[in-house]
């Protein structure tokens, strides 16, 4: 999923708290102040007025247009959090409707909060996944990211910001949670952010509710690219033909990226020479990688799949490939799936190894892959047959009988 779209204007809503005031300095620094703020006062407290000034504050600093929304509203009032929310989505849809992609603070922790009031209230499995990071315009950027690790980011940049005295006001719905449960947990499970992602993810991914995975149709003539996240977080790109989709793979370089910066049109040409070379010539290897790029992004490629990664992502695989050793050498135990199941199967990382259980030994691998070095040598001198799902032939896959699939964190244990 792409969070930077050219087409539209960048708007982004600033309470004058240390999330949205985080954010906006996050965004400002991407599109080079090519935004826009809008505050929001709620018109509740005497503090409202500091508040708004401070965000306007932060916007002269930043040399960035600021709109104020004013509202006359009553902490008192019936179903106050409610009447505040439909208020703010109202502005919002203005906004959206006006060609801008409204950005929102949301964090894990709110999602969190989020889910978990629902679980009490609804029994809908669908309805405790979280708050999306895009919904119909709305973008909530930071649900990669903990209210500690933005505070943390804040202050290393030195912000300012306000404190809003209602949050601690357990009247309101999530101010009650926070203060029951999740300031209490936090202690005493101090992993339960990352142990919600996890299963939050896998969750989507049962309900088939992940938009993780699609097909992006372009031009008549031109062929169709599939983009799929990785469980170890870098992004798998499937064409016939890469030379559509230049600008897609130099977006998602740059995304991965250290540095955001050099000119990689040349580079990129050469990766799409390179898998048009292997795609043309029976003779060619169909497996070339890792192809470095500026910022530390490597890039592999498989047959018609372009893995693109960085340092943080090699290390799963590299972790992926010690387990996989271990497990062989222990137990020489893997998962069994059927063929038909593998088409199906939503989990399979790259690069897609697979056991030829029925197949005849003479004919095993002499492929060691670069992301799973270790692993494939200890299947290859053993003659053991295994190959990689992209390079079997449909004919060969349809002779399969069983296929043995090493999946992500569910069989590896992550």
Not at 180 to 205: D, F, G, K, M, S
Not at 216 to 231: C, D, L, N, P
Not at 277 to 288: G, T
């Amino acid at each position: 999923m792409q969070l930077i779209n050219s087409d539209k204007s960048i708007l982004v809503a600033v309470s004058g708290g240390v999330d949205s005031i985080a954010l906006m300095y996050v965004l400002a620094e991407i599109f080079k102040g090519q935004l826009r703020v809008l505050h929001i006062n709620h018109g509740t407290r005497p503090a409202n007025i500091d508040e708004e000034n401070l965000v306007i504050k932060h916007c002269n600093f930043l040399n960035i247009e600021v709109d104020i929304v004013k509202f006359t509203l009553n902490l008192d009032q019936n179903n106050f959090e409610a009447v505040a929310r439909n208020l703010r989505a109202e502005v919002y849809k203005q906004y959206i409707q006006k060609n801008y992609w409204v950005h929102t603070a949301h964090h894990l922790d709110d999602s969190f909060e989020w889910s978990m009031i629902q679980s009490f209230k609804q029994s809908s499995l669908s309805s405790t996944l979280g708050i999306p990071v895009f919904n119909r315009g709305l973008v909530r950027p930071f649900m990669c990211a903990s209210k500690n690790q933005i505070r943390t980011y804040a202050r290393s940049l030195g912000l300012t910001w306000a404190e809003d005295s209602s949050n601690r006001d357990i009247r309101f719905e999530r101010n009650f949670f926070r203060a029951a449960l999740t300031e209490t947990i936090h202690n005493r499970y101090p992993q339960y952010l990352c142990h919600y992602v996890a299963r939050q993810n896998q969750l989507a991914l049962q309900l088939n509710l992940h938009r993780s995975l699609f097909v992006k149709k372009t031009e008549a003539g031109k062929s169709i690219i599939q983009e799929k996240r990785e469980a170890s977080g870098a992004v798998v790109l499937r064409s016939k033909d890469f030379s559509f989709h230049k600008n897609h793979i130099k977006e998602w370089i740059h995304f991965f990226s250290k540095t955001h910066r050099g000119e990689i049109d040349h580079e990129i040409d050469k990766l799409i020479l390179a898998h048009k070379k292997i795609s043309e010539d029976p003779r060619e290897l169909k497996m070339k990688g890792p192809l470095s790029f500026s910022g530390g992004v490597k890039i592999f490629i498989l047959d018609d799949y372009l893995l693109i990664c960085n340092d943080l992502h090699l290390d799963y695989y590299r972790h992926c490939d010690e387990l996989l050793l271990e497990s062989f050498e222990q137990t020489g135990k893997v998962t069994q799936i059927t063929e038909s199941r593998l088409r199906n199967a939503k989990k399979v990382f790259f690069p897609y190894l697979c056991f030829l259980v029925a197949a005849d030994r003479s004919k095993s691998s002499k492929l060691t892959h670069p992301l799973l070095p270790k692993s494939t040598e200890w299947l290859k001198q053993r003659k053991i047959p295994y190959s990689f799902y992209p390079l079997i032939s449909k004919k060969g896959r349809q002779k399969l009988l069983h296929t043995a699939v090493i999946l992500d964190s569910s069989v590896l244990g992550l």
